[in-house]
């Protein structure tokens, strides 16, 4: 019998195939959550850890997700709750730390960065709000940052730019959603 605050709650996390999107995976399967999803773009890794993941008792997909893909962010949320029929929390735990100074980052960089660590959270938090309003039962999201949000080292210039704005987007979603009983 499962006896756990996650018992009943449904759980995706972003970047979760290794690292600490992995570790929060494990977490969730250690406190016996509903059910996981976990994503990332390492197919065979990703099967490999959700099969492990069920075995331990909880059940567990993976879905192949590029976050530089707007659609497949959306996406993601969607099979989670095609498959499990709800969502009650959001870990964005996905990003990328590629090194670049204000005068040496190409825009390609900047841009990268911006998709990865930004615009793929604030997809997937807009697909998954509107899917716990209509739940009417409130959920939780959790954006991973960083210090380097606060400014950073130097030749992270388009890391901490993003997690500055992911900083801020997580702030503006905890005052917009608190009236949904969405916990940002």
């Not at 959306?74 to 969502?87: A, D, M």
């Not at 960089?109 to 998709?115: E, G, R, V």
């Not at 209509?134 to 890391?159: D, E």
């Not at 901490?160 to 900083?167: F, T, Y």
Request: a positive charge; charged letters at 20%; hydrophobic letters at 40%.
């Amino acid at each position: 019998m499962r006896n756990s605050l996650y018992s009943d709650k449904v759980v995706v996390i972003t970047g979760s195939t290794q690292g600490l999107g992995e570790a929060i995976a494990r977490k969730m399967v250690a406190e016996q959550a509903a059910g996981v999803s976990i994503s990332g773009r390492n197919v065979e890794r990703g099967k490999a850890l959700a099969e492990e993941l069920t075995g331990l008792g909880t059940p567990t997909i993976f879905v192949r997700t590029e976050l530089e893909n707007p659609d497949e962010c959306r996406n993601l949320i969607r099979q989670s709750v095609e498959h499990f029929g709800r969502l009650d929390g959001l870990v964005n735990s996905a990003g990328i730390t590629t090194r670049g100074t204000l005068e040496e980052s190409s825009v390609e960089l900047w841009d990268q960065h911006m998709a990865v660590n930004a615009r793929a959270p604030f997809l997937t938090m807009q697909e998954s709000v509107i899917i716990m309003q209509k739940q009417g039962w409130g959920g939780s999201i959790v954006n991973i940052i960083t210090k380097s949000a606060h400014g950073g080292q130097p030749f992270l210039t388009p890391y901490s730019s993003s997690k500055g704005a992911l900083a801020t987007l997580t702030k503006n979603a905890a005052y917009s959603q608190r009236w949904h009983k969405i916990r940002v």
